[in-house]
């Protein structure tokens, strides 16, 4: 117990650790940086033309894996009445069947899923995963396929192999930083909120290197080039929200659903006010939900 207390991580002043730390997590992030770009030449790829509408589910997971792919697809079946989105008169919100739906036979694999899934009622919102176990890897696998053809996501085992860059840093960040403030607190050393700011701008940090392990500099550059392209649909989304235009789920595969918050059509609201869940880049789960490939939102 005696090094626990007394070891040259526990026994540096404050200020001293406090640049230590900074310099650890710069130093490991663009380690960690430096590891998963080292080997990606897709920036010299020429750009594609972006289409007037691109495939909304495509855009979905390559910017944010399954749960990207979730949202679009609600929203895609909510805007053509499959689906709604009700309060329940105990509080809380259930998505389910919309009375009178159109037969459902005819949509695309992946929306027949999440809608047979959601059909009997499903309480919104639930856990980050609750709505995941509708979506597996065979759903996902064509979306996965033409992505990976373009260049713009490392084929999964790649991608694992290379996560292990984000080990040294993850390390620095949960265990270095946690472990000094646990010690000056069991000092009596309360002084310790430019810890916490530091630990919270790594977390940051390392978020946004873990949102990019999927995706490539190409995939990057797609990506900020649609949006790019797009925003100018935001200065008139009341309008394409009254319309019920086709672009809507476009626009919250490549912004997200808190776009929809605007929207007088009340399930589209629900769907934007309640949780906001990004999964991100995760490792692949067959079985358990599509594997999250998506980086962050714009």
Not at 129 to 142: E, K, Q
Request: with cysteine; hydrophobic share 45%; aromatic share 10%.
């Amino acid at each position: 117990m005696n090094w626990f207390f007394h070891n040259p991580v526990a026994d540096m002043p404050g200020p001293l650790f406090l640049c230590f730390y900074a310099l650890v997590l710069t130093g490991a992030y663009w380690l960690g940086r430096w590891r998963l770009w080292d080997r990606d030449k897709t920036d010299e790829l020429p750009s594609l033309r972006i289409p007037s509408v691109p495939d909304a589910y495509t855009t979905a997971y390559l910017a944010d894996g399954s749960a990207g792919l979730r949202d679009t697809v609600l929203t895609s079946l909510i805007l053509r009445e499959y689906l709604e989105v009700e309060s329940e008169l105990g509080g809380g919100l259930r998505i389910r069947a919309k009375v009178g739906h159109p037969e459902a036979r005819h949509l695309h694999p992946v929306e027949k899923r999440v809608f047979d899934f959601c059909a009997g009622g499903v309480a919104w919102p639930g856990s980050p995963r609750a709505l995941n176990p509708a979506l597996h890897a065979s759903d996902c696998a064509p979306l996965e396929a033409v992505l990976v053809q373009m260049q713009a996501l490392r084929p999964l085992e790649q991608s694992r192999r290379e996560a292990k860059a984000l080990l040294l840093p993850s390390w620095c960040l949960f265990w270095v930083g946690p472990y000094k403030m646990g010690v000056a607190l069991m000092k009596g050393h309360t002084n310790v909120v430019f810890l916490v700011l530091l630990c919270m701008v790594g977390s940051a940090a390392l978020k946004s290197l873990s949102n990019s392990w999927r995706r490539t500099r190409f995939g990057d550059r797609m990506l900020g080039e649609m949006r790019t392209t797009f925003r100018s649909f935001l200065n008139r989304l009341e309008v394409l929200l009254a319309e019920g235009s086709p672009l809507i789920p476009t626009l919250v595969a490549l912004y997200g659903r808190s776009i929809l918050r605007i929207s007088e059509h009340p399930s589209l609201r629900n769907l934007a006010f309640q949780g906001q869940f990004r999964s991100g880049f995760v490792s692949g789960e067959v079985g358990g939900g599509c594997g999250s490939v998506g980086g962050g939102g714009g």
